[in-house]
């Protein structure tokens, strides 16, 4: 079992950063692969990125070359740097975990956190 916690969400002006933080409880976070994906208003929830376990990345299209994913393994975290905020990234942010890389990547992973609300105004 592994339990998710998201933390540093909040508002900020387009243009901006912010970092989110994802706590794993359990003893075999480094095992997991992790994602982070989002939901906006009236859409569906996306992917944007994740890290292997022997840290591996991969990220939506849409975040590339502004978004960065990173994990500490000591400290059972994992990260998603933000920069250059749009209004378009305005989300509630999940942090994810599984066991496998693509599961984390493209599907439904088996371990969510509650959400973080980040909102980017123009």
């Known amino acids: 079992q592994v339990q998710l916690v998201e933390s540093g969400g909040g508002l900020v002006q387009a243009g901006g950063s912010l970092r989110l933080s994802c706590a794993a409880s359990?003893?075999?976070?480094?095992?997991?692969?992790m994602g982070w994906f989002r939901q906006a208003p009236g859409k569906e929830r996306e992917f944007v990125a994740a890290?292997?376990?022997?840290?591996?990345?991969n990220y939506t299209d849409s975040v590339k070359g502004r978004f960065a994913i990173s994990r500490d393994n000591a400290k059972n975290t994992v990260y998603l740097q933000m920069n250059s905020l749009k209004p378009e990234d305005t989300a509630v942010y999940y942090c994810a975990a599984d066991l496998v890389y693509k599961v984390v990547r493209t599907t439904t992973p088996g371990y969510w956190g509650q959400g973080t609300q980040v909102t980017v105004s123009s």
């Open positions: 359990g003893r075999t976070f480094s095992s997991y692969a």
């Open positions: 890290i292997s376990w022997s840290g591996s990345t």
